[in-house]
């Protein structure tokens, strides 16, 4: 009982000391457009976990083997697993949710469509960014600033490269999706 007391006492303190703070970040992002604010829900979550789990694989890589290709390469496929798996977990998630507000249980099908979604969003951008954006751009970082400082600034071109071709797919899918026929057309 003693320690709700102090966790009660925890939030109420947090949240009086970082409210203005917290109100400041909400303001700023109710300014943004509407398009950045919705790309920055949809894909920052899975962004940071990426962006973790390159830097964990580009230091351990580089310090085992010394070779910026291969850190890059590692730096690159951790990132793709870790934004998946979170874009995945996140999407299975919302799609419970809504099956169980519609009084159902999620089905295998509906964990394939996410997976179909997914891959007709982010599929042709991940097979550019695993096999030569993010190895080559990273390696270069590495190269030109070591572990450090160049896998984040290579990390970080080659993330706008992958974005560059995932929004713009997601956009091109937007406007002329109706229009095309096939099943990934639909997703």
């Given at each position: 009982m003693a320690a709700n007391k102090l966790v009660g006492k925890a939030r109420e303190y947090l949240s009086q000391a970082y409210s203005p703070v917290a109100n400041k970040v909400?303001?700023?992002?109710?300014?943004?457009?509407?398009?950045?604010?919705?790309?920055?829900?949809?894909?920052?979550?899975?962004?940071?976990?990426?962006?973790?789990?390159?830097?964990?694989?580009?230091?351990?890589?580089?310090?085992?083997?010394?070779?910026?290709?291969?850190?890059?390469?590692?730096a690159t496929w951790a990132s793709n697993i870790a934004y998946l798996g979170t874009s995945v977990a996140r999407d299975v998630y919302r799609a419970n949710k809504e099956a169980k507000m519609?009084?159902?249980?999620?089905?295998?099908?509906?964990?394939?469509?996410?997976?179909?979604?997914q891959g007709a969003e982010i599929g042709l951008p991940q097979v550019v960014d695993n096999f030569v954006s993010g190895p080559l751009l990273v390696s270069e970082g590495i190269k030109a600033f070591g572990p450090n400082i160049g896998q984040p600034i290579g990390g970080a071109v080659a993330t706008g490269v992958f974005y560059a071709l995932t929004i713009g797919g997601c956009e091109l899918r937007k406007r002329f999706g109706n229009k095309m026929e096939g099943s990934l057309a639909r997703v």
């Open positions: 909400e303001e700023g992002f109710s300014r943004l457009p509407n398009g950045v604010r919705e790309n920055l829900v949809r894909y920052g979550p899975s962004q940071a976990v990426a962006t973790v789990a390159s830097w964990v694989a580009a230091k351990t890589t580089y310090g085992l083997t010394n070779n910026s290709l291969s850190a890059g390469a590692a519609a009084g159902r249980n999620i089905t295998a099908s509906d964990i394939t469509n996410i997976i179909k979604q």
